[in-house]
């Protein structure tokens, strides 16, 4: 079905005609699928604002999100949006251009968030805490002004796990990027339907795609991130062991209270030999309070 280049959203024009390129693009496809089905993403009424950067991510999820419409397996409308955050040197025109040319229905946002965060973040520190704060607001605003449902990032499997781990080494928590979540107004949802898509599929989907990329140069001009020092340690250890990454991201969706230290989570003050035997899981577990 998804090879029917007769019925092929403009997205996907000029797409490689190979079964490599094929077999990329379906398990894009059947990834972000199986997220929106899993967390529950989709409901009556919904209107996504698409968040287009410019980057491979972006590109990739807008991408898969009209091939999964096109295709009436996402009943919600869409809207892209660029937010211009004023960076010099920004491409202004390539994103308009890009959406205008393939009929996609888009807003462009114009807010110098980029002064604000030179202004503000002192010398030597990183400035990905208040840049993102700052669009992530501005986002919520243009969501509420569009009247939609949810705003939609393209954070990938990748991101998800080097934030588990940043949290973990850095931060003393466990916790990551949820794939959906409620803002704290609590009036829009907040999705990522790449959660479970590899960075390297939307790097090769892109790069196959030929998108018009726009880096990042305010953050990727700073050495020593955080991110970066954990994405290097992730990389080795999937050099050193091919598909670890993989076995890393399910045990994010296999957590077990019980066999961690968080009496917020579990009740250990009230855990008994009788409870074992009176309340016991299938596993032999006590249940989860």
């Keep these: 079905m998804l090879d029917e280049t007769e019925e092929i959203h403009p997205l996907f024009h000029g797409a490689p005609s190979s079964t490599e390129f094929k077999k990329l693009r379906k398990r894009i496809v059947r990834h972000t699928r199986e997220a929106i089905e899993q967390y529950g993403m989709i409901a009556p009424g919904g209107k996504w604002l698409v968040c287009l950067s410019g980057g491979k991510d972006s590109y990739t999820l807008l991408a898969v999100l009209y091939e999964l419409k096109w295709r009436g397996l996402l009943p919600v409308d869409l809207l892209a949006c660029n937010l211009d955050q004023g960076q010099p040197g920004f491409p202004a025109t390539v994103l308009p251009k890009f959406l ?117 140069d305010l953050c990727g001009s700073q050495d020593g991130l955080q991110r970066q020092q954990v994405k290097q340690i992730l990389d080795g250890w999937e050099a050193n062991s091919p598909g670890r990454r993989q076995v890393m991201f399910r045990a994010l969706m296999n957590a077990r209270p ?22 016991a899981n299938p596993e032999g577990l006590p249940k989860l309070r």
Excluded: W
């Design 100 to 216: 205008e040319e393939r009929g996609v229905p888009h807003r462009i946002e114009y807010q110098d968030t980029y002064s604000i965060v030179m202004d503000k973040v002192p010398a030597g520190r990183t400035y990905c805490a208040l840049c993102s704060r700052l669009r992530r607001g501005n986002l919520y605003r243009i969501a509420r002004e569009e009247g939609c449902t949810a705003v939609v990032l393209g954070h990938h499997r990748d991101d998800i796990l080097e934030t588990f781990f940043m949290n973990l080494f850095h931060g003393g928590r466990l916790a990551t990027m949820p794939p959906k979540l409620v803002n704290e107004e609590g009036d829009l949802f907040l999705y990522r339907p790449l959660a479970h898509v590899a960075e390297e599929d939307c790097e090769r989907f892109a790069r196959a795609m030929n998108y018009p990329i726009i880096p990042c």
């Design 258 to 279: 019980s066999h961690l230290l968080d009496p917020n989570l579990f009740d250990f003050a009230g855990l008994t030999t009788e409870s074992i035997k009176s309340d």
